[in-house]
């Protein structure tokens, strides 16, 4: 009679099944790092590949445009030798400065002549004034009335509003003074600054509104 196989027992068995559990874990760890490695290893051969038919692509570009190059340099070589240019050069042409003679004889005869303005021309003037901006009050005094104020103090033209343009204005002096031939004092003040210092008696204001003078534009009343 055959003998019986013993049982082995429980603890051994475990033992056993841990062991063939770690075994088969290694084996699928070790399947992974592989790959892992393999696929790295197409990685860097597709990017090896790539870079090396790039690099014959860019040569190929780089030959045919020198090629061209080469081609088109010699076309103007022979062009040059076929054709000679002429280089002329112009003569700048210079702008004639235009000055006023203060020493003309008759230059303050022409000036009051100028300055006499008639009513179409002052009429002229308040509308370009009232571009400017809001103005309340335009006076204006020395040249304008062909008599050059004694006192330093005194305006050529005194400009009262709000919201002047700044461009606007300097624009208008500009052609004032052109036509005028002279340079202009002029003053610009808000009308609050202008009510302030009329009620404080001051000494500029005083003096213009006693010296002659012309009030162009007058909505304060004054």
């Known amino acids: 009679m055959k003998k019986k196989k013993k049982a082995e027992p429980k603890s051994k068995?475990?033992?056993?099944k841990k062991r063939t559990?770690?075994?088969?874990k290694a084996?699928?760890?070790?399947?992974?790092?592989?790959?892992?490695?393999?696929k790295k290893i197409r990685k860097k051969t597709f990017a090896?590949?790539?870079?090396?038919?790039?690099?014959?692509?860019h040569k190929t570009e780089h030959k045919a445009r020198h090629k061209k190059k080469r081609r088109i340099h010699s076309l103007k070589t022979v062009i040059r030798k076929i054709v000679v240019k002429k280089s002329v050069r112009k003569a700048p042409t210079q702008k004639p400065t235009l000055a006023l003679n203060t020493n003309f004889?008759?230059?303050?005869?022409?000036?009051?002549?100028?300055?006499?303005?008639?009513?179409?021309?002052?009429?002229r003037m308040i509308e370009r004034l009232?571009?400017?901006g809001r103005v309340k009050l335009a006076i204006i005094s020395g040249i304008f009335i062909n008599k050059e104020g004694l006192d330093p103090l005194i305006t050529d033209i005194l400009i009262v509003g709000?919201?002047?343009?700044?461009?606007?204005?300097h624009a208008f002096l500009r052609a004032t003074e052109a036509e005028v031939g002279k340079e202009i004092k002029f003053t610009v003040m808000d009308k609050d600054e202008f009510q302030y210092?009329?009620?404080?008696?001051?000494?500029?204001?005083?003096?213009?509104?006693?010296s002659p003078h012309e009030k162009l534009i007058n909505k304060l009343g004054i």
């Open 105 to 123: 004889e008759f230059f303050y005869e022409l000036r009051d002549l100028i300055l006499k303005s008639s009513p179409a021309e002052k009429d």
């Open 48 to 57: 090896r590949t790539v870079r090396i038919k790039k690099t014959a692509r």
């Open 27 to 38: 084996a699928k760890a070790k399947k992974a790092r592989r790959r892992a490695v393999g």
């Open 197 to 210: 210092r009329l009620a404080m008696f001051d000494r500029f204001i005083r003096v213009l509104l006693e």
């Open 21 to 24: 559990a770690l075994k088969r």
């Open 130 to 132: 009232n571009k400017l």
């Open 13 to 16: 068995r475990r033992a056993n």
């Open 162 to 169: 709000d919201d002047i343009d700044r461009r606007k204005l």
